[in-house]
């Protein structure tokens, strides 16, 4: 978060983050966690919720951005203006993880994401049965960019 941080100096203290990922990733509770709220009475979120929060001298607004399927089609209206784009991994979800590639390849190619920071947030490493880091990095290696992403 730093290194994007210090990205950001250049610019105003204010940073829109978009949070994406497949449904049940736990966007949420991540920003729950992240904003020292409950995260015990979490529901999956219908459309987006803002948070906005202070660290380390920036205003961070982080958009949490439902992630059903029938959503996914709008996600394309909360990239203006965005500097970081976290996309959340769960680590549990081996059956939807090519589902999970595939939307982050999609989202990679978006023109209004261009020059935004990526960071890719693996979840639910804390929970038996979930795909080891191995398994992971194998299925992140197969996450490419488009040539001129890079």
């Known amino acids: 978060m730093l290194s994007v941080l210090r990205?950001?100096?250049?610019?105003?203290?204010?940073m829109r983050i978009?949070?994406?990922?497949?449904d049940s990733a736990g966007k949420t509770t991540i920003v729950k966690k992240i904003m020292g709220e409950d995260v015990y009475s979490v529901s999956p979120t219908?459309?987006?919720i803002i948070k906005t929060i202070d660290y380390d001298g920036y205003k961070l607004n982080i958009w949490d951005v439902?992630?059903?399927k029938t959503l996914r089609?709008?996600?394309?209206n909360y990239f203006?203006?965005?500097d970081?784009?976290?996309w959340v991994v769960d680590s549990t979800d081996k059956e939807r993880i090519n589902d999970c590639r595939n939307e982050l390849k999609g989202l990679l190619q978006q023109e209004r994401l261009m020059g935004a920071s990526l960071l890719v947030f693996k979840n639910k490493s804390d929970i038996d049965g979930g795909m080891n880091e191995d398994e992971i990095i194998q299925a992140s290696c197969r996450w490419s960019a488009?040539?001129?992403?890079?």
């Open 7 to 14: 990205k950001a100096r250049l610019k105003d203290k204010e």
């Open 18 to 22: 978009l949070m994406l990922g497949l």
């Open 46 to 48: 219908l459309g987006f």
């Open 66 to 68: 439902g992630g059903q």
């Open 73 to 76: 089609t709008y996600w394309k």
């Open 80 to 82: 203006e203006k965005t």
């Open 84 to 86: 970081t784009l976290i």
């Open 146 to 150: 488009p040539p001129d992403f890079i």
